[in-house]
């Protein structure tokens, strides 16, 4: 963008004896995501975020998550189907197209590295794309998680901040970011492979209702319940013991109601909040491990 500013007094015939011209070069580096980021539609489209689609299988069907199955039709296909779904990474060579369309200075920012190859996939997709200059960043976590730390270095490249000013707001907020779910079932886990099957059929049995804490790449035990309703009481818990908040997101797997009405709440007991809580449906690499009813937060505290 050129501006030209004119100054300066005149010599008595009205003629400027100074001007000044200046040039303001305008340049946004571009930051790119995964869908497993779950950034509602409107925020990615309004802070200019390109988020690739990672693939969401049922059978012999494969899907473009968020693109050719909405994640309503994922969570009742996974309710109702006796196939377990899985999901895959975009190709290399879709990442090269989407890098070499965007072009330029890129920060791309994606799910942990130890969950997925996805990361690894994304860097060989970068040397694929000459025209494109990418660094990339493990965020750590998934669905907002990860999102909240997009949206972050997406603001602060909105601001004119330099690569490495996008990395030190990147690396405040993987420090600042928590997550934590509460899951109404261990079924899934058992199904898919990711605990044991006596563990998930004993916890079945007492109707144990696990709460996990997603830390840098980790996942913990928080806690347990014997109910639902407790299950959400310590999640509350878990979200207050935080500290102040800026940010917070309301995540679940079907469950909108719950959801809503747990973001009502905090809406009420946190007044310092600096934005509206984002209600957000998690992304179909946690529904398809932890299954339907699931309820969870993620959360930026306050610097």
């Not at 001007?19 to 070069?25: A, W």
């Not at 694929?128 to 493990?138: I, K, R, S, Y």
């Not at 030190?168 to 907020?173: F, G, K």
């Not at 946190?270 to 398809?288: D, F, K, M, N, S």
């Amino acid at each position: 963008m050129l501006a030209a500013q004119a100054s300066g007094g005149t010599d008595g015939s009205g003629l400027i004896l100074v001007t000044r011209y200046s040039l303001l070069v305008t340049h946004m580096i571009h930051i790119i995501t995964d869908s497993t980021s779950d950034i509602p539609v409107d925020i990615a489209r309004a802070l200019n975020i390109t988020v690739t689609p990672v693939h969401v299988i049922f059978g012999e069907q494969s899907f473009d998550d968020g693109v050719t199955i909405t994640r309503e039709e994922f969570y009742r296909r996974l309710k109702t189907s006796h196939i377990l779904p899985t999901t895959s990474t975009p190709s290399a060579g879709e990442f090269a197209e989407v890098y070499e369309g965007v072009g330029g200075e890129i920060v791309s920012i994606h799910v942990a590295a130890k969950w997925s190859s996805l990361l690894d996939t994304a860097r060989l997709g970068a040397s694929l794309a000459p025209h494109a200059q990418v660094t990339f960043w493990d965020s750590g976590k998934l669905a907002m998680g990860l999102g909240w730390q997009v949206i972050l270095a997406a603001r602060a490249a909105r601001q004119g901040q330099s690569l490495a000013g996008i990395i030190q707001a990147l690396e405040e907020a993987k420090r600042r970011v928590h997550l934590f779910a509460a899951l109404d079932t261990l079924s899934y886990l058992r199904r898919s492979g990711r605990v044991n099957p006596l563990v998930a059929r004993f916890g079945q049995l007492l109707s144990i209702k696990p709460l996990i804490d997603v830390g840098d790449g980790e996942v913990s035990m928080a806690g347990r319940a014997r109910t639902r309703h407790n299950a959400i009481e310590r999640l509350k818990e878990l979200t207050y013991d935080l500290g102040p908040l800026q940010s917070l997101a309301v995540l679940h797997t079907a469950s909108y109601e719950a959801a809503q009405q747990l973001a009502a709440e905090f809406a009420q007991t946190l007044p310092q909040l600096r934005e509206p809580i984002i209600i957000c449906e998690a992304t179909t690499a946690v529904g398809t491990h932890v299954g339907p009813n699931a309820l969870g937060i993620a959360a930026v505290v306050a610097e």
